[in-house]
């Protein structure tokens, strides 16, 4: 797709100079249509590129914005430092691989020929040159516009280099080219600029792909032509669902020239789409409501703080500070919020009171339990692995033995200790849960049972006597029966494995589901995590209270993430923000 610029306007006045070169939003577009704009990831290459460019001073704000905080505590902050923070705590799934680091051995080669992209436009001759040096690329054009894109290059170079393109193809520039000069465009708030492309784009295509429409709409937001942002979208709407971006930049431009009602009515569209909102969507709402005085939006933003509740989200450290913001500016209300952590026994360090538990009702575990047994047991895909009748037996197993205290996945416990011994660790385990007087079941394989150095039989026997056993098939997926024999026990029963049981929950057929049972398994995974030999086996402390949205009238809990904590999807937060009400 091909566009001639002399049959719009003239060139010269179309890509006129605009020495404006402010910085642009404060996260990438990640469209389609820049895929390629990550070129040279390989450092295999024979060259790489780079902007001669200020370094990248959003990564350094972030971390001098951390040591400030760290060096002055944090407002209001309360830590309880621990080196084994639980099990789902966020960052703890980064510190188990660190670890085990991995060898060295896959380190990248240094890059060779290093070749800067132009700071300043350049003319015909320069850039003939220029493409000399490249002339083993096919494509010159697209791939020069992409890695501008990528690093962000001045629109002034990039307009130099669609004037050399246009003047060596008879006035032409392809739509892809034109497409990445509006991204630097709308990246560097060059609205002018903005406004020239979109009315080429008008004039010569009757209809965008979803890609140009998306750079349009975020292009235009900022300027008082950002209605014609909403038009944009409605024309993606006529060929797909938008994006939860596109509505995120419609709501943002009408937040932003002062129409509310615009920007909720949006925001409701985009979750009648079964879209989950962008944080910085949410964000916008609360920044915009700490200059409005009114119940109903109020109302709104609490609606938003419980959104976040249903569906077990968390906010990021920004977004947390609006919140905080927007509580302590409702006049009258003499709210305070402090960011801290929540103890062991689920108390408040804050504000001192108890934290939601996060033990099932017995409706949730009743619900959770038929959930599991029809979708994971039943409907699941452990017969690729699993008889139909050895789950029968080990299900008459199970309802022959009193209810258990503690399932044991045997084989992942033995395996926990590589240099151990597995039927010694196994029988440590077990030993050291005896003394407690716990009924335990563990769960092992076949091959378990046959002698050999790492199962030996005077240990295995030793198991035996302290615990009920049921040895699979050695093909046998233990999981499921783990999950049986647990929910079958009752709420008060635990369980022992290194296995997150990420695939188990997957299987379950909706939301609400899934939310209970990952809350379930927080309330009862045991894992262990020091065994040194001859030492005592340490377990890691199963959390008391649930990590999501909570309040009671007088105050809110809100976890919520930190901006230099990795957290995986199974991890939760151990940040608070704590607000209450001051008397």
């Known amino acids: 797709m091909a566009f001639c610029f002399t049959s719009i306007r003239s060139f010269p006045k179309l890509w006129k100079n605009n020495p404006y070169f402010g910085r642009g939003p404060g996260h990438s577009f990640n469209i389609f249509l820049l895929k390629d704009c990550y070129g040279i990831r390989n450092q295999q290459k024979l060259f790489s590129l780079k902007m001669a460019s200020p370094q990248n001073t959003k990564a350094i704000n972030l971390l001098n914005a951390k040591a400030r905080y760290l060096r002055k505590g944090g407002e209001g902050n309360n830590k309880v430092s621990s080196e084994f923070p639980h099990l789902f705590a966020a960052g703890a799934a980064k510190k188990r691989s660190q670890m085990n680091p991995q060898s060295n051995s896959h380190a990248l080669s240094p890059v060779r020929n290093i070749i800067q992209l132009p700071t300043k436009p350049l003319n015909s001759e320069q850039w003939d040159k220029f493409k000399e040096d490249f002339k083993r690329k096919e494509n010159f054009e697209d791939w020069i516009i992409s890695q501008m894109a990528h690093y962000n290059s001045s629109v002034d170079v990039a307009k130099s280099l669609l004037a050399w393109v246009a003047a060596r193809n008879n006035g032409i520039v392809g ?267 563990v769960l092992g394989r076949k091959h378990m049972l046959t002698p050999c150095f790492r199962w030996r039989k005077d240990e295995i026997q030793k198991v035996q006597k302290q615990a009920s056993c049921f040895f699979a098939d050695n093909i046998s997926e233990d999981d499921p029966f783990l999950l049986y024999a647990t929910l079958h026990s009752g709420n008060h029963c635990k369980f022992i494995t290194q296995d997150l049981l990420r695939d188990h ?28 030999p001859g030492s005592k086996i340490t377990f890691q402390h199963i959390l008391n209270y649930d990590t999501v949205v909570q309040t009671t009238g007088d105050s809110w809990h809100i976890p919520c993430d930190e901006d230099l904590v990795e957290r995986y999807s199974y991890e939760v937060p151990t940040r608070w923000l704590c607000l209450h009400r001051e008397t």
């Open 175 to 441: 739509y892809n080219l034109l497409v990445k000069y509006l991204y630097l465009c709308v990246f560097h708030k060059q609205t002018s600029e903005v406004f020239d492309v979109y009315e080429i784009m008008k004039a010569r295509y009757k209809t965008l792909e979803s890609g140009g429409n998306t750079l349009l709409i975020r292009g235009l937001i900022h300027s008082d032509r950002w209605r014609e942002a909403l038009l944009l979208l409605e024309d993606i709407k006529k060929v797909m669902i938008p994006s939860k971006k596109n509505y995120h930049d419609c709501i943002k431009g009408a937040l932003l020239h002062q129409d509310v009602n615009i920007a909720w009515n949006l925001y409701q569209e985009l979750l009648s789409h079964d879209l989950v909102p962008m944080m910085e969507t949410l964000k916008a709402f609360f920044d915009f409501g700490k200059d409005i005085r009114d119940d109903r939006y109020s109302n709104k933003l609490l609606d938003i703080l419980l959104y976040l509740r249903n569906n077990k989200l968390y906010p990021g450290e920004l977004f947390a500070h609006s919140i905080k913001t927007w509580f302590e500016s409702l006049p009258g209300e003499q709210w305070k919020g402090q960011f801290t952590t929540i103890q062991k026994n689920g108390q408040c360090l804050g504000c001192g009171k108890t934290i939601e538990s996060v033990h099932l009702s017995p409706e949730e575990y009743e619900f959770l339990k038929e959930k599991v047994m029809r979708d994971v047991i039943d409907g699941g895909d452990q017969y690729k692995k699993t008889t139909p009748q050895e789950l029968k037996r080990f299900q008459n197993f199970v309802k022959c033995c009193p209810p258990f205290d503690i399932v044991i996945d045997g084989l992942n416990v033995a395996k926990m200790f590589p240099k151990a011994r597995e039927s010694q660790v196994l029988l440590d385990v077990v030993s050291q849960l005896a003394k407690q007087n716990l009924r335990m079941l």
């Open 505 to 532: 929950k997957a299987c379950l057929p909706d939301a609400k589901a899934q939310r209970l049972f990952f809350k379930w398994q927080q309330g009862h995974q045991l894992a262990i995590i020091n065994k040194l």
